[in-house]
């Protein structure tokens, strides 16, 4: 079973703090994605990777960074929280393989309030 | 415009009715599309992907139509555990698309 594993369910900061969202993956997947979920937006893609130290900015990556020094593990960087990036964040992970079977899997979700 | 685009819902039905949700997507050259699941409070999981020759499995049956740029979900018997919020998801560009989502109830 693949396990996506993200590091907190809940967090709360202040606005200006420098916030880290960690998440590791089991499967050996080459492909790494963060995304927010927003109630009636859905989920948007802030940035992915597809390879160690890869990276490409997704929709919405104003306000982000990531990070993926080693294939298990993508993380977010929030430079300076603010409290428009109170959300939902979720990680998913998936294997470069043909289309049909290009599935994503995703980790339980972060929900960060920024006050 | 959004590239995925769903009707929210809510769709509340009975127990055993048979419901169906659309979903348009924008861009033609979409290459994989997909039905995900989330469930209150939960991350969203693969429910089912969808082929072009259109595919069923047990109670589900989904379907692309590629020249008017949607996929449908067709749910059959609806149990109480159906309930939860299904996602339409679509590939392009090694980029995926998340419609909003569209809710549904099934009641007792």
């Known amino acids: 079973d693949v396990k996506v594993t993200q590091s907190s369910r809940y967090l709360v900061k202040r606005t200006g703090e420098k916030v880290f969202l960690e998440c590791v993956q089991d499967?050996?997947?080459?492909?790494m994605f963060w995304y927010r979920q927003d109630p009636g937006l859905g989920l948007r893609l802030i940035y992915f990777?597809?390879?160690?130290?890869?990276?490409e900015k997704g929709d919405i990556p104003e306000g982000y960074s990531v990070s993926r020094e080693k294939k298990e593990r993508f993380s977010l960087i929030l430079e300076s929280a603010s409290t428009n990036q109170t959300s939902m964040y979720l990680c998913?992970?998936?294997?470069?393989?043909?289309?049909?079977?290009?599935?994503?899997?995703f980790g339980a979700g972060t929900r960060l309030s920024v006050l | 415009r959004k590239e995925v685009e769903q009707d929210p819902g809510p769709f509340n039905v009975p127990e055993g009715a048979t419901v169906a949700f659309n979903c348009t997507y924008s861009?033609?050259?979409?290459?994989?599309f997909f039905w995900y699941r989330q469930d209150c409070r939960k991350e969203p999981k693969l429910l089912m992907s969808v082929y072009s020759s259109g595919n069923e499995d047990g109670r589900f049956t989904a379907q692309l139509n590629r020249a008017s740029q949607y996929i449908s979900l067709l749910i059959r018997d609806s149990k109480l555990s159906d309930s939860a919020t299904y996602l339409c998801?679509?590939?392009?560009?090694?980029?995926?698309?998340f419609g909003s989502g569209t809710k549904l109830n099934v009641k007792p």
């Open positions: 998913a992970s998936s294997p470069r393989t043909d289309l049909a079977k290009n599935i994503q899997y």
């Open positions: 990777s597809y390879d160690v130290k890869m990276k």
């Open positions: 998801v679509v590939k392009s560009f090694n980029k995926f698309y």
């Open positions: 861009n033609s050259a979409s290459q994989s």
């Open positions: 499967m050996d997947h080459e492909n």
